[in-house]
């Protein structure tokens, strides 16, 4: 405004006149916009989907011995040793697999753990593990990945200098894609257990965002579930990288705002299972349908009842098996469907407590037909079947209880608390005041 008076003319006019007539004339293309005055069109932001086709080759280390965590599944870390000033530096990987493996090569889940921030990355640890474990139960295997961009320390917040750096860094390694892209190709050079043709993205809030990501830059993923999945920047997150300084700021807030699965949803051509519960204070419940509606057809957005954002993984389980089940059974081929591993000692698994049985039996009810997007998820007929089918997978909790006698020696349990026992309000994940926390 202090720039319009200063052009104002030196013609004896009052300067509040000139600004009568500038309110006037603003008040007036308003009112008449929709009479023949064409207002100025606002093109959106063009953002290209990343390209990882020359990324450099790596020397893949050799495959880690296992360990088994559970009677039902073996683990196995490495870290991929890329230097740390190069992307991708973050690169520990964990591959779990069924124990003892079904007969022939196993459907795969390609994860990223939750908890970060929408413009940083995240390192691996045993609570991005705990609650696939049922998934490998149900006879899938699991690649775990990290993203470059980790917030330095989680026992303080972040400082400008902080935020500044695990963005650059998370640019850099084009949004986590790079250490994604390497991840699986160590875990498809090394374990020959897993079916190359039976690739499917999973994750939870930050994490479900980056497995939506992957599923629009990788042609070899052939579906992907998330749990309410962060699909566009919040304001929160769109001021914070703005106050970054520096030549490379505006570029930042560019990539920052590619790397949000909204901005590639008309390239991305795989099924998707989108889990939401209306009560999510994290993210928004038009946030996921807006997404679903974008993405069009191959898109199902499904409620589930929870108490909010961090529940609803444990509350979609069941109906994320299913639907992972049924792709696995469409995409076969010469595969094998996966099934239920057997436990030799299921007397040493803990069951459930009522308030999660209560949850799994009551967690989930089909898309309304006033529902964005319902139109779109007519298109996988499978789904409400799905719903209503009960299921005979048990979830299962990792527990520090040590395992019977009868357990190989080299089952160990993982110090992983229940959840209940957890601190709500901070994750190890994220500081308390990160609203992408896993729960």
Request: aromatic letters at 6%.
């Amino acid at each position: 405004m202090s720039r319009c008076l200063n052009q104002l003319p030196s013609s004896g006019r009052h300067p509040l006149f000139c600004l009568a007539a500038l309110f006037t004339t603003l008040l007036f293309t308003t009112l008449f916009a929709g009479c023949g005055l064409k207002l100025p069109e606002i093109k959106p932001t063009e953002y290209k989907p990343f390209d990882l086709a020359e990324l450099p080759a790596i020397e893949l280390p050799a495959r880690p011995a296992g360990q088994r965590i559970t009677q039902y599944a073996t683990e196995y870390i490495t870290d991929l040793g890329i230097a740390d000033d190069q992307p991708g530096h973050d690169s520990e990987v964990r591959v779990v697999l069924p124990s003892p493996m079904p007969a022939g090569k196993v459907p795969t889940l390609i994860v990223n753990g939750s908890g970060a921030y929408l413009f940083s990355g995240m390192v691996l640890s045993d609570e991005d593990i705990e609650p696939m474990l049922p998934y490998v139960q149900s006879g899938f295997a699991i690649v775990a990945y990290e993203t470059d961009g980790c917030q330095p320390s989680f026992e303080r917040e972040p400082t400008p200098s902080d935020i500044a750096q695990m963005t650059r860094q998370y640019v850099a390694s084009k949004a986590g894609l790079i250490n994604a892209k390497r991840a699986l190709e160590f875990a498809l050079d090394r374990f020959p257990e897993i079916d190359a043709d039976q690739l499917y993205t999973i994750g939870h809030s930050s994490g479900g965002k980056q497995a939506l990501l992957l599923a629009a830059h990788d042609e070899r993923i052939r579906g992907s579930v998330a749990f309410a999945p962060a699909c566009e920047m919040e304001f929160g997150s769109h001021m914070t990288v703005a106050r970054i300084r520096g030549a490379d700021a505006g570029t930042l807030a560019h990539e920052v705002n590619r790397s949000m699965p909204i901005v590639h949803a008309k390239v991305t051509d795989v099924p998707m299972l989108l889990l939401y519960t209306p009560t999510d204070q994290i993210t928004r419940p038009r946030e996921v349908l807006g997404y679903a509606k974008a993405v069009g057809k191959k898109a199902v957005a499904v409620p589930v009842k929870c108490s909010g954002h961090g529940s609803v993984p444990e509350a979609g389980f069941k109906l994320a098996v299913a639907w992972l089940r049924a792709q696995a059974k469409a995409n076969a081929g010469t595969s094998v469907e996966p099934t239920l591993v057997s436990l030799a000692g299921e007397d040493a698994l803990p069951e459930q407590s009522s308030e999660s049985s209560d949850a799994e039996q009551d967690g989930f009810e089909p898309m309304s037909a006033e529902q964005p997007g319902f139109e779109k998820a007519a298109a996988e007929p499978a789904v409400a079947d799905l719903v209503a089918e009960p299921e005979t997978v048990t979830t299962v909790r990792r527990t520090a209880t040590p395992v019977p006698d009868t357990a190989p020696e080299t089952t160990k349990p993982l110090a992983v608390p229940f959840r209940a026992d957890r601190d709500a309000k901070r994750n190890p994940a994220g500081v308390q005041q990160n609203p992408y926390f896993s729960g």
